[in-house]
């Protein structure tokens, strides 16, 4: 049984390079993943990818591809020249998108995961959307659909990780965000629960961010997170 810090992933979401490797010197060899988002993406570009695996760390692009299957296919064999170890594209780009993704993948070591309904979405919304079936169910034919497309893993809410956990076949990489320490406001989140409560329910990878980047007490917070077991090899 080991810490769970190897399976922290931190949302670099900085609006540049500079304060994103402040945070990720500060913590130093603590953490070994960090996930690149669309902010940090747009303003740096490939440079920060380099620098973050100068630094031997794991980067997560998180740049949730989402359009016609021809076009993704194109992206990811765009992104497989990075040298990332982690990308998003949406499950409902549906199976034939992330069949392509698969594709454009071709050989890297690229582990591709689909975001099935983000986090920061409610139940309200998905009915609002037209969606009938419940979130869980939802989340789950997302997952069904992207993993026999070819996923390796799916994004979802530490509250639906658990089902999927149990109710899927096979084994499947689960990463989830809306991950907040108990004394933490949500934000914009929706579907939250505690790191704790993430990795008890599955989750193999648990994102954070503003709980970390924005925690005034770093050393604390990791100190904090360091202690939780994570209960499989
Ligand atoms: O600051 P916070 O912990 O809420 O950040 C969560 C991160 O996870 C953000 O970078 C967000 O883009 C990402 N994410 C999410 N929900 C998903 C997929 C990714 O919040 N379903």
Redesign the pocket.
């Given at each position: 049984m080991s810490g769970i810090l190897e399976r922290v992933i931190v949302?670099l979401?900085f609006p540049d390079g500079e304060s994103a490797l402040r945070f990720v010197d500060e913590a130093g060899g603590r953490l070994t993943w960090y996930?690149v988002?669309l902010q940090l993406y747009l303003s740096e570009g490939e440079s920060i990818v380099r620098k973050l695996k100068e630094r031997g760390k794991k980067v997560f692009l998180?740049l949730?591809l989402h359009d016609i299957p021809n076009t993704v296919k194109g992206a990811v064999r765009a992104i497989s020249r990075l040298g990332v170890d982690m990308i998003?594209v949406h499950a409902t780009g549906g199976g034939d998108m992330i069949r392509a993704a698969r594709e454009g993948a071709g050989d890297a070591d690229m582990i591709i995961v689909a975001?099935t309904?983000?986090?920061?979405l409610s139940h309200e919304d998905l009915v609002s959307f037209g969606y009938s079936l419940d979130t869980v169910s939802i989340v789950k034919n997302l997952s069904e659909i992207s993993l026999t497309a070819g996923a390796d893993g799916i994004?979802c809410?530490p509250l639906e990780v658990g089902y999927l956990k149990n109710n899927l076949n096979g084994t499947f990489i689960a990463v989830t965000?809306?991950?907040r320490f108990s004394e933490d406001a949500a934000?914009?989140?929706k579907r939250v629960s505690t790191p704790e409560e993430a990795i008890a329910a599955g989750a193999d990878y648990i994102?954070?961010?503003?709980?970390l980047?924005a925690a005034g007490n770093l050393r604390e917070r990791l100190d904090q997170l360091g202690s939780i077991p994570f209960p499989r090899p």
């Amino acid at each position: 049984m080991s810490g769970i810090l190897e399976r922290v992933i931190v949302a670099l979401d900085f609006p540049d390079g500079e304060s994103a490797l402040r945070f990720v010197d500060e913590a130093g060899g603590r953490l070994t993943w960090y996930k690149v988002g669309l902010q940090l993406y747009l303003s740096e570009g490939e440079s920060i990818v380099r620098k973050l695996k100068e630094r031997g760390k794991k980067v997560f692009l998180d740049l949730k591809l989402h359009d016609i299957p021809n076009t993704v296919k194109g992206a990811v064999r765009a992104i497989s020249r990075l040298g990332v170890d982690m990308i998003t594209v949406h499950a409902t780009g549906g199976g034939d998108m992330i069949r392509a993704a698969r594709e454009g993948a071709g050989d890297a070591d690229m582990i591709i995961v689909a975001v099935t309904i983000l986090t920061s979405l409610s139940h309200e919304d998905l009915v609002s959307f037209g969606y009938s079936l419940d979130t869980v169910s939802i989340v789950k034919n997302l997952s069904e659909i992207s993993l026999t497309a070819g996923a390796d893993g799916i994004v979802c809410s530490p509250l639906e990780v658990g089902y999927l956990k149990n109710n899927l076949n096979g084994t499947f990489i689960a990463v989830t965000p809306g991950i907040r320490f108990s004394e933490d406001a949500a934000g914009d989140q929706k579907r939250v629960s505690t790191p704790e409560e993430a990795i008890a329910a599955g989750a193999d990878y648990i994102v954070m961010g503003r709980s970390l980047t924005a925690a005034g007490n770093l050393r604390e917070r990791l100190d904090q997170l360091g202690s939780i077991p994570f209960p499989r090899p």
